[in-house]
């Protein structure tokens, strides 16, 4: 079968190659890989920045949907020809987060899904939303479950309650489809404006370059009438997160999720405390908030926004496009 490994860091040390396709164990389903999406965690492990004591070769990327063609002999649930999407970690079916849940994430200390086939428990598989594509389900596993979990799960996003969103990346453009479907009132920061008008045209209720506007957190702070947000999907890490405490309301909530800007630095704790913010850490999220979540993509047949399809062979352009920045939503891998 076809594949890329990371034989050392850095999109150049990722080669294509074969290896003989896997035979699923009893209990596991073998998915032939139609589409993957890329995750800025995809730079950071590719870059070194994630784990730099990975070992290689390494199979990258975490998101992905395909067809079953073949099941262990205790199989019953699946057959030849199911299309499914593959959780981000297929150990964490339900409950709370725990370090062997974690260990099984794709693309990390695991092979990810950049091969033809993969071998995967088959407690953990899902079904594709119906009327989604291969290579729109394979948008799903990390970002939008991220973003559910950040909104609903963690964040108790209430309707009519403000929502800040960062940026027009996979996880900020999920959040703005499901807060627009919860009925919240979106402000969206991006750096450019042609992407903030795609937002508005979306539905985001109030838009701010950060770029032209570095103060973007009084702002908000205006749009709000003093107030301040509700709720943050807080994406850009150690360079936001002062802006963002400064820009939520009192007994506000922030999911804390990305490091855009850096992972450390300094930061007044003031805010958290004086308003009685809370600030909660998010790992993506179980198969049960991803069930949960597609049961709701289905219902409002969300479509999620596709920036660029890639080829195969195109995949180092794909992560190299991804680096730059200039997507919108999320970009697709597909196997011809
Ligand atoms: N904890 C978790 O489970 C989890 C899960 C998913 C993602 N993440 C993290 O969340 C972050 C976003 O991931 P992603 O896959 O959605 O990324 P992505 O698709 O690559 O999106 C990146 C976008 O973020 C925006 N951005 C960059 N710097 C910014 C800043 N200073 N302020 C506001 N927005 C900024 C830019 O949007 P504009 O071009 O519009 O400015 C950029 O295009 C990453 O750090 C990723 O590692 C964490």
Redesign the pocket.
Known sequence: MKLFELQAFGIEHLKRTERPAPEPDADEVMVRIRAVSL???DL?VIQGKYNPRLQFPRVPLSDGAGEVVAVGEKVTAWKTGDRVVIPFMPAWLDGELSATKAASALGGDVDGLLQEFVLIRADALLPLPPHLSFEQAAALP??AV?AWNGLFVSGNLQPGQTLLL???????LFGLQFGKMAGATIVL????DT?LDRARAMGAHHTDN?RTEPDWEKRVLEITQGRGVDLTLE???M??LSKTLKATAYAGHISL?????GISGELQIGHILHKALTIRG???GSRAMFAAMNAAVTQHKLEPVIDRIFSFDESLDALRH?ET?Q??G?VVIRFD
């Not at 960062?166 to 900020?172: D, L, N, R, Y």
């Not at 920061?189 to 450019?192: E, G, W």
């Not at 999720?257 to 800007?261: P, S």
């Open positions: 995750n800025y965690r950071l990390c970002a991220t960062q940026g027009t990346g996979g996880v900020s920061i991006s750096s450019s992407k950060y994406v850009g890490g360079g936001t999720i990305g490091v855009l800007t998010i790992y993506v991804l920045a997507h919108l999320k």
